[in-house]
């Protein structure tokens, strides 16, 4: 279960933080696709840290290797395994710092499941684990763009208390969001938040935020009644990122507070189907896509490593 | 995948509004375990609507029957199969309401799924369907109890503005919840949620809420590290019950405007183990549990059924 | 895992020999199919002991009840629970013979499992277990034969040393088998399998057998590459019926001792699609079907119960 | 489904014939076992075709490389990716060959599933596939040999014709199989296999075989009653192996033809343990080992590749 993602569309990963290589098999991805390394790079590199001043500073050229399942550019219908090389592939000795386990990070939990840590990063729980979400989801995306058109585009719509509340779920595209170093569309919030992240960053902290995420064009259909509603499934991706703390989809907790009479989301004809006047829904009712734009908002905590001072306690024995 | 969740512990379930009954098999049950049908009952009692003048006027004497899987009130290991008879049997007759789905309801995306809806009532997007989930839950709980001692408590901390701030997580239980009405056990919030509700009904309208819920004693080790961490796991069940738009676990979407210094939770010895000084994380690092209070906050849309008229239009052949 | 099979869909099974039923719930069935309880009573009844005085000396007269996924004969696309009814639902009292293991049955391995046995039959693993594939197997069947005129036959096609050899795959019927009492259509020797069984019988002994199962009009494209190759599900779904001991395809063990050069299937053009000349392969090539017949034997050791005093030791405290 | 296989212990595997590499990723690897590339290196040697002349005649130094999941020489409970470089990385130019599929291969069940062929080799379908389960399997015999004892022999037991009766299940070990080039540890079969696979050759024909395979030290309970019996479990993963057309596990087809009264297999203390005196029922009995060793044998067709001419037909657009 640990790694592995999906039914019919699969994705197993794999990798720690200095060993040789993380990647994912992804099975199930339909034959005849073009998809070629560079279509999979360019969401790595969307991906990679260091591009500007503001994120972690390292410069992780990551390049994705195809190692199975397309050939000439053309997908066989087989599985497709991607590996992207760790720069730095020498684990460290085991050392004092794993027995003093790292405040609101993984050591402590990971020395309690596994009665072993990785001997130095952050192992499995290292944010270079996403690099397989990221190669996967582009597969993914290939698909479902070249098959439905579908479009999903995704910004910062927070960092702490600054939000971005201007920005239009039914136009909003990849390239605007990319304009900007924090991905935030809003320039006048993107601006806000970068004063935000150097104001914190000067005080050797960090700071949480949100992200929200579209999906247009999608079907109605898709999603089932049961335990895979389609909110239900997003919502196991989104927090099993790591660092999420929240999810929520169209009117989210803000709905909460409203009365039927106003949330419910009326029908009309929309272009020859069956559309809603609003849609605080978020696409979705009974678990399954109505046709309207999916969309919702996922919540990061601050990073866990600081440059403060903090107490923690040396455990006995590497898992006590 | 649709109506299965779970590996080890996997419940199946079954049974649309107006079909002779709603029920679960549960597989994975451990041997030897006390199971009566009066334990699974007591929770269906708690679920059971028209309890208070509040909720749903209906009064529905959920009966459960143990099928299978359990002999002279201890679990053999097989399959535990649940079955709750429906006391209005009769499918109706494909009737009008069909061809205008109802705004927010999940008429016209099974309409679109399925090409075919039950005839009458919610079909399986019916509320009845929880009855199943809380049957198999009490099962789980059982287990959990037993070999854990595992407390699960979860109430009404919100209904539409009225919030419940003063509940304590750590010693708040199931019976002081079960003692106010609305299932909230700060007395004053209780009462003022009342009111709203009064108020909302009286104008044939409906109100929207939040639940928590906290469950103490879980060891260190519980969750995976990637697509099953256990908030994943967590988000994805609790976002399958109708009419949920949101979770957050732990400090949520509060904690995304907080820095890293005060969100991190600091280790200290705890009565002969690590624990933590706060809980920003809920209980859980790196996708495992660290042996603190698991606490998470759900959000409920009002309910779609509504008194007042509505905006529809009549879908052309039952499937547009 | 246990009693859960499939991916689309997808039976769970649930009951033991003296329990409240046995039954199943089938979900991942297409919506609008025709579909009702005399369709699935057909095939329980040709199934159901005690119809002739080979067999065993049972009536059951097991009728299913359909509890959920079908409204006014048609299929809604949501879970098919089933449900047969025990006539004796009364568990016996723990007794003397559950700490002697009855040789060859499974008494001995569930208490080594489960530290727990039904209190009398043969709990989960008596052959009432099979009501339940039965069942969702009709359910398969309607499927299969309404969407793609499959058509699956199986018949005994040897009883101990007595071999049916003159069965023509490519035309045989279900009515042919089902009019002779030990369903093997090849009169003379199903005349010499009646007095093989009325012989071991007077001895009060058991004897095994082989059924063949051919699968016609399966389109060419079923089954996958790897590990779900369509013989490997085959031999799966067919090694998991109590008492079976092998399943070959196609040529079989036979097909070892032949040459490639005889074995090889050449093509040909068949009724404007490509087909083959002979089917040494069953139908499967790749683990994928090609169009062909697909045929298989399955053998099934002699029945453990018999008449005559065995050999056995009183295990000390039920599961030594 | 199609490539990954099992559910706490899961491999996921990926690779053709001729793209960069064939592989794995191993999931639920329990963490800190002593795993090194050596150790699964061995069992590759073991594979590798090209070690003497009566194979195929190529030599393949496929040298695995661990990607993640072991540290120093130790498993970190997260997934273990293996890798195996391909020597022959080209893919081919799509030529005429694949539009004439080769009898008994899969050119043409793929070409109908997927509507594309690898340009050359037998794609996905080749024998390379193998060497991801081999690697797997190295993994899994670590486990199940430093945590249970367990010890798995296989051999060849009949190649064609000649049959190797003479091995004793009780003590026969690998190194006793390896030591002839036939894995055929009976050496006057051994012997007469050599002779018969020599004359085959000469004819440029291929000849079938069956291997059989014992399992020791399998505790008692592994296995489960229903679908995933441990004799289910087994036929599915032996039949998923290309080229093979039959399982029987303990006395299988030949136990069909035998008495209940002979093939009852009695149950005696053994060492203070509840033992058989015979092992009719191969070491499992209702789907769960009972302590006894486990033995089974997997027939394989003779391969489809010879060097005679053959029977095909011109197939019009690739997948027809």
């Known amino acids: 279960m640990s790694s592995t993602y999906g039914t019919l569309f699969k994705i197993s990963t794999f990798g720690e933080s200095h060993c040789p290589g993380v990647g994912a098999v992804v099975d199930g991805v339909p034959p005849r696709l073009h998809i070629t390394p560079e279509l999979i790079q360019a969401q790595l590199d969307r991906r990679r840290p260091g591009q500007n001043k503001l994120g972690t500073q390292r410069n992780e050229a990551d390049q994705v290797q195809i190692l199975s399942g397309i050939e000439n550019g053309i997908s066989l219908g087989t599985p497709i ?64 763009h070249s098959k439905y058109n579908v479009e999903i585009v995704a910004w910062v719509s927070s960092v702490g208390e600054v939000d971005a509340p201007g920005v239009n779920i039914h136009n909003i595209s990849r390239s605007e969001v990319d304009a900007h170093e924090v991905r935030c569309p809003d320039a006048a919030s993107a601006a806000r938040m970068v004063e935000q992240i150097e104001h914190v960053k000067s005080d050797k902290d960090s700071i949480g935020g949100v992200i929200t995420c579209v999906c247009r064009n999608l079907p109605a259909g898709w999603g089932e009644p049961a335990f895979n509603r389609l909110e239900a499934a997003l919502a196991q991706a989104m927090l099993s990122i790591p660092a999420t703390k929240g999810f929520e989809i169209g009117s989210g907790f803000a709905g909460t507070r409203q009365r039927g009479s106003v949330h419910n989301d009326p029908f009309v004809q929309k272009d020859g189907r069956l559309g809603t006047v609003t849609n605080n829904s978020g696409g979705v009712q009974g678990g399954i896509s109505n046709g309207e734009t999916v969309y919702f908002r996922v919540g990061f905590k601050p990073t866990a490593t600081i440059g403060h001072e903090q107490q923690s306690v040396k455990a006995r024995s590497g898992c006590e």
């Not at 085991?94 to 596994?114: G, L, Q």
């Open 81 to 144: 395994a991607l590996l992207v090389a760790n720069k730095d592939q020498r684990p460290g000795d085991y050392s004092e710092m794993r027995n003093i386990p790292r405040p609101s990070h993984a050591d402590f939990t990971y020395n309690m499941k596994y009665g072993i840590n990785a001997s130095s990063g952050g192992g499995r729980a290292s944010a270079r684990e996403t690099i397989a979400r990221v190669a996967s989801g582009a597969v993914a995306e290939i698909f479902l």
